[in-house]
């Protein structure tokens, strides 16, 4: 059973694959700053100040927030192993305990359609994460910046995507690629499934608010992507993430 819902999985991948390349739904650049097509999330960058504010009093609080090795055996090792952290407000579903500790940004987060995965991404000083590449392309990543040290003057947090490299391994793919440098209050999306990486190189901690997005496609491919995505979201490796990211006391 198992290896024949890693087909099913991959035909889907697949699937998605094929039909940007035929121009189904259209490829991203790099970064799209032009949130039109999900226009409700605004609704975030409008209410940017509750959202900092929540998340100031969650790093101030004596309380541990997982690192993102610790979240799966998935992501144990490889990219995941440096200093960054999550505090989680939904994988799949809401995850009440954690919502509780922020429930203006909760609130704000159940008032928007489509988003499978919400979370504060803390990385620490010095840190980056490197190159690589996401699975599902039926997903969007939506980036609010919301402690973003001296709000970027200097260019030292960022993230450098590639949406034409095929080999991680190869310094100048990512290289060649463009950067984005996170504003306080300022929202950006990309495609995950690009070449991608990312630092903090400042001495402050750098925090985003990560989402994962449906990505908007044609009703067919849409509601096969939702059909997936439910699915996805009832497997025992999905909750086991939502019982490692709840919150505990320092």
Known sequence: MGNLATRIKDGAANLFVRAEARGVFPKLPAFERDLSDYPHLRLLEENYPVIRAECEQLLAAPLRLPGMDELTSYTAGG?????????MFKSGSFIEDNCALAPRTADLLRQLPGVYTAF???LEPH???????????????YHLGVVIPDDNRDHKCWIRINPDAWDRDRR??????AKYHWHNGEAVM????????????????????????????PWPLAL??????????QTESVRQVRTNAAIKAA
């Open 79 to 87: 990219i995941h192993q440096i200093a960054w952290k999550s505090f």
């Open 120 to 122: 504060f991404s803390v």
């Open 127 to 141: 840190q980056h994460i490197k190159p690589h590449w996401g699975y599902w392309k039926g997903f969007v990543r």
């Open 172 to 177: 100048e793919e990512i290289e060649q690629g």
């Open 190 to 217: 990309f495609d995950d499934t690009f070449l991608h990486d990312a630092a903090n190189e400042s001495d402050q901690v750098r925090v985003v608010l990560f989402l994962d997005v449906a990505r908007r496609m």
């Open 224 to 233: 096969l992507n939702r059909l997936f995505l439910w699915i996805a979201h």
